[in-house]
């Protein structure tokens, strides 16, 4: 079995398979510390997010299912009203908070970002092991939102109930942007030092920027990428979660 070391670098060189291609605005400063700090390495991650999607009454899963319009940032009734004449199935609007998958070396460690993340907010946030003993840490939390608005092509509900829903996901998306900054300086007491997260930080930027950069052709040779945590078979052993 690999050595954590190994699996860190080998993760950061991958390049990030999500739609968006790159680790979002509000989390590379985040990202970028947590990678810095030896005993941590992040897998996958999300901002947080307001999408319009469409998919067939009968498809209960996300996968497969066509984004009419998406935004990391608080969004306006035009953008969504302009999205919904493309929509021909069930479409529904959803926010969804940040998301943040981060693998520990030692359970300690997971323990303490599990800390810093429930203090921050993140209190559906929990720690997973495998039975190959790999420790994820997963930040997470349950303040979403999601509504239909429209059906085979027509909208189901008033401009002003699709505006009251808007305004509620902006706050959602406001109040998840205070946690986000929350766990950042809560992360930062994590550093050893601050002369040690200055020198490994610039490694953890160039890696970043060789992430977005690297050749497409690494997508091949990473076949469990496709799946939502490496190594899937290896399901937990246990979870503390706080909800």
């Given at each position: ?114 800390q810093a993340a429930v203090s921050s907010g ?70 050893p030092c601050e002369q040690c997260h200055q ?45």
């Amino acid at each position: 079995m690999a050595t954590f070391s190994n699996q860190k670098l080998q993760r950061l060189v991958h390049v990030d398979l999500s739609k968006k291609g790159s680790v979002d605005d509000a989390l590379i400063d985040i990202v970028d510390l947590i990678n810095s700090l030896p005993q941590y390495f992040t897998t996958s991650s999300c901002s947080g997010r307001i999408i319009l999607f469409e998919n067939h009454s009968d498809e209960v899963q996300k996968k497969g299912c066509k984004w009419l319009y998406v935004s990391h940032d608080p969004v306006q009734l035009e953008n969504i009203s302009e999205a919904l004449k493309d929509a021909e199935n069930v479409t529904t609007l959803k926010f969804e908070p940040m998301v943040m998958h981060i693998q520990c070396q030692t359970l300690e460690s997971a323990q303490k970002m599990h800390q810093a993340a429930v203090s921050s907010g993140f209190r559906n946030s929990g720690i997973t092991i495998g039975t190959k003993g790999k420790i994820m840490m997963a930040v997470r939390s349950t303040h979403s939102l999601e509504a239909p608005l429209a059906s085979e092509g027509q909208v189901l509900v008033s401009s002003e109930y699709i505006q009251f829903l808007i305004k509620n996901a902006n706050t959602k998306m406001e109040e998840n942007f205070r946690r986000i900054t929350r766990f950042h300086k809560l992360l930062e007491t994590l550093s050893p030092c601050e002369q040690c997260h200055q020198s490994l930080n610039g490694t953890a930027k160039k890696t970043r920027l060789f992430d977005r950069d690297a050749d497409k052709s690494l997508k091949q040779d990473n076949r469990n990428q496709n799946k939502p945590e490496e190594e899937d078979e290896d399901l937990a052993l246990f979870m503390f979660d706080i909800t």
